[in-house]
Every structure is written in structure tokens, then in C-alpha cells.
């Protein structure tokens, strides 16, 4: 079992910045895979970033070159660094790791973008 802690999400202006945080219950080192899914009002969820297979990252095409995804083996601890930000951007925002084909989720973290 693996819990997992998001925060960092809140209120912020267009063009402001917000660092999520995830923090897991236990060593993220050997997870197969992690990352942020995100789900707008009335809106499908969507996968904004993802870890996979060491450091390689790949982001949703509305997220390239305005978030960061990292992580700190050290803190357990997964993050999205979001600049840029848009009204669009605007979701509950969802960590998730894979451990051993299982995911797990995070409770999530609201991010609001005022325009």
C-alpha cells in the first residue's frame, strides 16, 4: 500500500506560478511510474505529466514549456512546478504512482486561475 499527500494547489492570478507537492508513504525509488493527472469542472481527467522509466518525463502538449515534473527520492516526494499559468489550467489536480502494476492516487489539490 502506498499513500500518497498532494499540496500547494490554491488560488492564483493568469501568469502566476504554483509548485504541487506529493509526498508517498514510502520510497518512490523503485515505482514503475509516476505523475499528475488533472480534471477540469465537467471536463474528462487528463494526464498532464508523467515519469517513466527513470527520469525520462513526457507532458500533454498544454503543459509543455510551462510545467516541470520532478522528483526527490530523498522526501519521497513527486512535484509540478506550474508556470505560466491560464485560466484553462484551472482543475483538481491528482498525483498517482505505480508500484508493481498498481496505482495509487492521491487525494487531490485544487488549482484555481483567475483571470
Known amino acids: 500500500q502506498v499513500q500518497l499527500v498532494e499540496s500547494g494547489g490554491g488560488l492564483v492570478q493568469t501568469g502566476g506560478s504554483l509548485r504541487l507537492s506529493c509526498a508517498a508513504s514510502r520510497s518512490i525509488f523503485s515505482f514503475n511510474g509516476m505523475g499528475w493527472y488533472r480534471q477540469g469542472a465537467g471536463k474528462e481527467r487528463e494526464l498532464v505529466a508523467r515519469?517513466?522509466?527513470?527520469?525520462?518525463?513526457s507532458y500533454a502538449d498544454s503543459a509543455k514549456g510551462r510545467f516541470t515534473i520532478s522528483r526527490d527520492n530523498a522526501k519521497n516526494t513527486v512535484y509540478l512546478e506550474m508556470n505560466s499559468l491560464k485560466p484553462e489550467d484551472t482543475a483538481v489536480y491528482y498525483c498517482?504512482?505505480?508500484?508493481?502494476?498498481?496505482?495509487?492516487w492521491g487525494q487531490g489539490t485544487q488549482v484555481t486561475v483567475s483571470s
Open positions: 498517482y504512482v505505480i508500484s508493481r502494476s498498481t496505482v495509487y
Open positions: 515519469i517513466i522509466s527513470g527520469d525520462s518525463t
